[in-house]
């Protein structure tokens, strides 16, 4: 079964900061030149904010939509954030999100999630082949400083060398228009369409921008635990809810 990195949003408490320490960092970021909250995406992607500045990046390839979102955010200290400006990733899925008003940077990490859509059912492909749980225990650790750059850095490479190319994407339902009949808003779906059998919720429906709006809700239970997240769709697949900003009630 596939292990799935946890969102995670830590503030590492382990220095005194001062005030004066923010404008330091803002001093710093604009001296170099270092945007906020900003990303440059591969081509194919757009970038998109919802009403809270969240940034959201979206890429159609015919039938297949990949989205990228929050995997783990974390505050660092500024001579910590030159350290993560040196990741070959830093400001493609990584980025400075915001200065902290104690000066700390707070760190995005971004991941990918992908979705086939095809006769009105959209599928999510999930990869049965992912890392370890302790390849994600590593990077926490690492950032809470229990671990140091060497060692994170070669137990990191030993893991991904393993892992890195190898995948295995089974697509399953979520979500198909004619799934919920009159009254009924949850459908526990068989093996055949969804591997994992999930539970599929309609929380909500509604009309915006003259088009269907669906909320629905993913359940399960994995390794006796419950688990739950939900996406904000409408009729045409748009993320409602992060591509672009709206008031709503």
């Not at 919802?50 to 200290?77: Q, Y």
């Not at 200065?99 to 707070?106: A, E, P």
């Amino acid at each position: 079964m596939k292990i799935c990195p946890v969102i995670l949003s830590f503030f590492y408490a382990g220095t005194v900061f001062s005030q004066t320490d923010y404008k330091f960092t803002s001093d710093y970021f604009i001296s170099n030149n270092i945007s906020l909250n900003v990303l440059r995406p591969p081509k194919g992607y757009s970038v998109y904010y919802n009403c809270d500045s969240m940034l959201f990046v979206r890429g159609d390839f015919s039938d297949t939509i990949k989205i990228w979102t929050p995997g783990l955010e974390w505050a660092h200290s500024l001579e910590q954030f030159k350290g993560v400006m040196t990741n070959p990733e830093y400001g493609k899925s990584i980025f400075a999100k915001s200065i902290l008003s104690d000066g700390r940077i707070l760190v995005d990490t971004y991941i990918e999630t992908k979705f086939i859509f095809k006769s009105d059912s959209l599928f999510e492909l999930e990869d049965t082949i992912s890392k370890p749980s302790e390849y994600f225990d590593l990077t926490v650790k690492h950032v809470q400083g229990l671990i140091d750059d060497a060692t994170y850095k070669e137990k990191k490479d030993s893991i991904e060398l393993v892992y890195n190319g190898k995948h295995a994407y089974i697509a399953k339902l979520i979500f198909a228009k004619n799934m919920f009949k009159p009254g009924k808003k949850k459908v526990k779906l068989p093996r055949k369409v969804n591997y994992l059998k999930d539970e599929i919720q309609l929380e909500k429906q509604w009309i915006e921008d003259g088009k269907n709006c669906y909320l629905i809700r993913i359940n399960n239970i994995e390794n006796g635990d419950k688990t739950t997240y939900a996406y904000a769709i409408d009729e045409d697949l748009k993320f409602v809810w992060w591509q672009g900003c709206k008031s709503r009630h």
